[in-house]
Nanobody, 121 residues
Framework: QVQVAESGGGLVEPGGSLTLSCAAS????????MGWHRQTPGKQRELVAS???????NYADSVKGRFTISRDNAKNTVYLQMNTLKPEDTAVYYC???????????????WGQGTQVTVSS
């Protein structure tokens, strides 16, 4: 069984910073992808930033230059450093990981429950 859990959301003023963490746990053979998505009411979930094994980070245009994604492979953890936050960054942020479980033969997509980020004065 594989679990994905986010942490680090909260309330921050415009221009502020926040770091989100996402850890995959359980019986894991390997992880090929870890990424952050976000969703606001009435809108589709959008990819914010992602890291695939052996590839450069990928960012949505709206966050380029402000957000940085990084990964600690030893801890099966991905981070999202968010700087110069804007009110339009307010959303529920979800972590997604593509994981091959221990003893498994294929990668599956696993999602966390989400963490709320609110940017407001």
């Amino acid at each position: 069984q594989v679990q994905v859990a986010e942490s680090g959301g909260g309330l921050v003023e415009p221009g502020g910073s926040l770091t989100l963490s996402c850890a995959a746990s359980g019986s894991i053979h390997s992880i090929s992808f870890m990424g952050w998505h976000r969703q606001t009411p009435g809108k589709q979930r959008e990819l914010v930033a992602s890291l695939s094994t052996g590839r450069s980070a990928n960012y949505a245009d709206s966050v380029k230059g402000r957000f940085t994604i990084s990964r600690d492979n030893a801890k099966n953890t991905v981070y999202l450093q968010m700087n110069t936050l804007k009110p339009e960054d307010t959303a529920v942020y979800y972590c997604n990981a593509h994981v091959k479980p221990g003893g498994g033969s294929a990668y599956g997509s696993y999602w966390g429950q989400g963490t709320q980020v609110t940017v407001s004065s």
